[in-house]
């Protein structure tokens, strides 16, 4: 990847941590650029970057355990400061001479450590705080040179720091929450002991990304972009349309299985904020024609993942056709490609052109796009940031997460016209009354789930009725690959159902889903 202009980098050095992600966007928090690499890059091209500071993440080995990895001892002598956490910790006190040991004392989870000599990486922090460990291995003995500045019942050796030679380390996890001053602890390193610039903030990530999108597509290129009513594509838009105006063209597909209003909120909201080129390609009757009398959930997604190809593909030899007849050439695609995605995919490394969607539309075989994708260093939170500093509507930038075959896959039974009526207005109801709470940000999704084939008795007025049932799902998460459900508070819940029941006539019925994941997906289907 290429780091952004102008802001010091800090490497952090993934060894099968399941934090490495949330590592650097703690460094990105305390307003410093951040990467993740592998263990497996030489030092040496560590090096080559020339990064202000290397973390090295924790990781489920054993420093001393036969094939655990580890990392050429030249990373702790080359000048560069050094931060360890948990097995990097480790690696740090191992590779310079201490003393790491199988104790017997294992500690996990929330531990008391006590602070005998602050120095520079602990300063201000109370002398008993909590902090969560992960570890079966202890420190025994800190390398000649630093000082030890912690520890805890199990762990003689819990901080150390050489401030001299820019290395510190702590046997904790300081990026989780559940660790007491863990992102002061990051910050003493960042700030004050490698002495990185506080740089990256997201007017600046904004301002980068239009300059550089202005010098990929130069002064006549022309591009395309899908727009899901997500906040990824809409941001990654609005950057590149800030760059190269009406050179910019959106395709927007209305499948028909969209939340109340998310149609009309692209079409409306998202031109007035950007002033963006918006092409709508209406597929909602070829959409619910390909569903009819469908139920199995994988075939309902593959039938929509199809049909949404094919439908961006028509709208695209549309706009395609319109440049030619202008004697002009679409030559750039525009993605929402985020950092965790490039990591996730090995790094990013591959072809800077792709070819459009397997030709299925009718496209010229030979049809390539340079990609263009203005997100790929940034994080969600970082995304939606960057969505407020380009003005985008608030509704828009703090979105849900939404599935990409959207409310197809929140209906347990075949999608008709009918039944996507009765859970948009459900979903409405809920959306609303999140909202009202002040607990879109609290909570990651709220799938509002319709049991279209179950039909349960019960009694509105004086009548007997016999309707749908309706299930909540409200979750909170980071990343989305482990979820627990939100504890919303009962009176928010009790407007929802009694809202639902009175406004939506066919559903008598609003159930909560408690299930965590795992073992419960987030979605139904």
Known sequence: MTQPAEHDLVLVVDFGAQYAQLIARRVREARVYSEIVPHTMPVADMLARKPKAIILSGGPSSVYADGAPGIDDTVFTAGVPVFGMCYGFQLMAQGLGGEVAHTGVREYGRTPVSVSEPGTLLEGIP???????????SVAAAPDGFTVLASTEGTPVAAFEDVGRGLAGVQWHPEVLHSEHGQKVLEHFLHHIAGARQTWTMLNIAEEQIERVREQVGDTGLAICGLSGGVDSAVAAAIVQRAIGDRLHCVFVDHGLL???EAEQVERDFVAATGVNLHVHDARETFLAALAGVTDPEEKRKIIGREFIRAFEAAEVQVLGEAAEQGEKVGFLVQGTLYPDVVESGGGAGTSNIKSHHNVGGLPEDLEFALVEPLRTLFKDEVRL????LGLPAEMVWRQPFPGP?????IIGEVTADRLDILRRADAIARQ???RAGLDRDIW???VVLLADVRSVGVQGD???????????????????????????????ERISTRI?????????VTLDITSKPPGTIEWE
């Open 127 to 137: 002398v008993e705080h909590k902090v969560w460990m992960s570890h079966g291995d």
């Open 259 to 261: 939340r109340e209003g």
């Open 386 to 389: 960057v969505g407020e500093q």
């Open 406 to 410: 959207g409310l197809g896959i929140r």
């Open 433 to 435: 009354e999140l909202t």
């Open 445 to 447: 999704q709220m799938p």
């Open 463 to 493: 009548g007997r009725t016999y309707g749908h049932p309706v299930v909540i799902r409200p979750v909170t998460s980071e990343d989305a690959m482990t979820a627990d459900w939100a504890r919303l508070p009962y009176e928010v819940m």
């Open 501 to 509: 029941t009175n406004e939506v006539a066919e559903v008598n019925r």
